[in-house]
C-alpha cells in the first residue's frame, strides 16, 4: 500500500509591520511568532510568558458555586463521596487530583475508575446503583459524564447526587445533574473553552481550596497532574493550559510525587531536563497502558502513592504493559489494513471491525491508520451484541459531528473533531458504516488528502546553533496547538547514512554543507538509506539529543525529498 506523500508548505515571510512589531526578538523567533499569529511585542511576550492577563475566577464557570456549596455540606456532614473517573491519562489524573483535594479536606471519599472491558466508558447505572447500596450519597464525575443523561436520571431516582466535571463536548441535552462543570456549555462565561478533563477538576480543586483556607494543600502542588493529563489528552497548549503546564513542568524538575519519579525513571526522562515531549512520548503512555490493558487503577495507585517500594513496583508494571501494548498496536495495525485494504484505493475513510480486536487499542491503532494514510479511520471491536469503536480524524473531517448524524444508530457516542468514541448494536453496523462512508465521500470529495507540513522558516545549517536551540526553549511547552517549531533546509550533503533500530527502521544521518556537520535522526525512514541521495532537501525538527552524557544538537527529520 503507497504511503501518502506529504505536502510541504513554507508559512509566509513576516510582513514588514510585524517585523517591525517584533524587532526585539532574534529574526528566526520573530519568525517563528508571527507564524503563530503575534505581530506585536507585548502580545509576543505575554506568549512567551506563558502567563495569561490575569487568573480566570473558577466561580465564572457555570455551576461552581452550587458544586462547591454541595461539596462542602457534604463534607462538614461527613457524607460519602465517590470521585468517578476515567481510564485514561486524563481521567486518572483527573481522579488523583481531585482525591488528594478532598483528603486535604477531610472528606470521607474513594475512588472508583470503571474497568474499559466490563463496564466500558463514563458513567453506567450498575455502577451508581452499587455505589449507593454502599452509602455513597455524592458522586463527582471527573473527565466524563457530559452525556450521561439516562445514567444521571437512573441516579436521581436512587438518590444519589450528581455532580459532572468534564470538558468533552455537550450532546443535544444535558444530563440532569445536581451541577454541571464544562467551559463548553452555552453561555457559559469562564474564557478558556480548552481546559482538559484535568484542568477542569483542576478549577473545582482550587474554588475549593479557597473555601478551606487553612488546608495544608496548595493549589500549585496539584500542576505536576494537570500538566501530565492536560498534555496526555491532547489539549491546545495555548492560553490557560499552556501556562498550566508550564508551571507544572517546572514542578516536575523536582518532584515531589513519588509515582511520577518512579515512572520518570522506568522511561529513562531525567528530571531536571522533562519537557512535554516526555510526558507526551513517555509518562502519558505508560499511565494510558494501564486502563488499555486491564485496570486503570494501577496507574491511579500510581499517582496517589507515597511508598517508594510500591511506587517502584507499579511503575515496572506500567511499563512493562505499554511494552505489551505496542506490540498489540503494531500486530492490529497489520490485521487492520489487511482488511480495509482488500483493493488498491484508499477510500475517504477507513472503517475496520473484528471480533480478536483488543478494545484498549483500537484507538492507537485507528491513529496509526489516520496518521499514515491521511484519512479518518475507525478501528472497532465487534463483541457478541455491540460493536465498540473509536475513531481519529483529519481537521477536514469532524468525527463527532459525523457521529451525530448517525446517533440514531448508536447505543453511546461522544468525543472531539479529531477523537470520538461508540457503542453500536451489531445489526446497524452495516448502515452505520454505509452512512459514515457517505458522509466523508460528500465532506473529502475533490479534496487533496495529503498531510501538510507547515514550515516556520527556511534555514541554513549554519544558522543551527546552541543559540537558536536556547530561543526555541522559549516557546516551551510546546505540543498540541503549539507545536513544536519546523524547519526546512535545501540542499543538504549526506555525509553518512545507516540505518539502526529494530530491523533497521529508522534512519541516523550526519550532514554537512561543507564547513558545518550535524545529526539527524529520521523515525521510519530507514527503508530510504539504499537509495538515499547525496543531496537532500529535508523539513526537520532542532533538538538537543543527549547519549552518554554527551549533549549535541540534532535534527529530527519528518520528511526528506531529493533536493
Known sequence: MTIIEKRWEVMPRV??????????????????????????????????????????????????????????????????????????????????????????????????????FDEGYGLNAEALSALCEAGTKLVITVDCGIRAVAEVKHANEIGLDIIITDHHNLGPELPPALAIVNAKREHDAYPDKNLAGVGTAYKLAEALLNRYENTQLKKEQLLDLVAVGTIADLVPLDGENRALVRAGLRQMKQPQRQGLLSLMNVASIRPSKINAGDIGFGIGPRLNAAGRLDSALAAYELLTTTDLRSAAV?????????????????????????????????????????????????????????????????????????????????????????????????????????????????ENVPEFTARLKQLADEKLAGKDLRPVLSIDAEVRLSDLTHELLNHMTWLQPTGYGNREPVFLTRNAKVYKSRQVGRDGTHLKLTLTDGKNYLDAIAFRFGAMHRDLPTYIDLVYNFEENEFNGRVSLQLNIRDIKPA
Open 15 to 116: 510582513t514588514p509591520q510585524a517585523e517591525q512589531g517584533l524587532e526585539r526578538f532574534p529574526p528566526v523567533l520573530r519568525q517563528i511568532l508571527f507564524n503563530r499569529g503575534f505581530g506585536d511585542y507585548e502580545r509576543a511576550a505575554e506568549f512567551l510568558r506563558a502567563k495569561p492577563s490575569g487568573e480566570a475566577d473558577p466561580y465564572l464557570l457555570t455551576d461552581m458555586n452550587v458544586a462547591v456549596e454541595r461539596i462542602t455540606t457534604a463534607i462538614d456532614q461527613g457524607e460519602k463521596i465517590v470521585v468517578y473517573g476515567d481510564y485514561d491519562a486524563d481521567g486518572v489524573t483527573s481522579t488523583a487530583l481531585m482525591m488528594q483535594t478532598l483528603t486535604a479536606l477531610n472528606a470521607t471519599a474513594e475512588a472508583y475508575i470503571p474497568n474499559r
Open 314 to 426: 507499579l511503575a515496572q508494571e506500567l511499563d512493562n504493559q505499554n511494552r505489551e501494548r505496542q506490540q498489540i498496536t503494531r500486530d492490529m495495525q497489520e490485521l487492520a489494513e489487511e482488511i480495509a485494504f482488500a483493493g488498491e484505493e484508499i477510500p475517504n475513510l477507513i472503517f475496520v471491525a473484528h471480533p480478536e480486536f483488543n478494545p484498549g487499542v483500537v484507538g492507537l491503532a485507528a491513529s496509526r491508520l489516520m496518521d499514515t494514510y491521511y484519512r479518518p479511520a475507525i478501528v472497532a471491536e465487534q463483541g457478541e451484541e455491540f460493536t465498540r469503536g473509536s475513531c481519529r480524524s483529519i481537521p477536514e473531517f469532524h468525527i463527532t459531528d459525523a457521529l451525530d448524524q448517525c446517533a440514531d444508530l448508536l447505543t453511546h457516542h461522544g468525543g472531539h473533531a479529531a477523537a470520538a468514541g461508540f457503542t453500536v448494536p451489531n
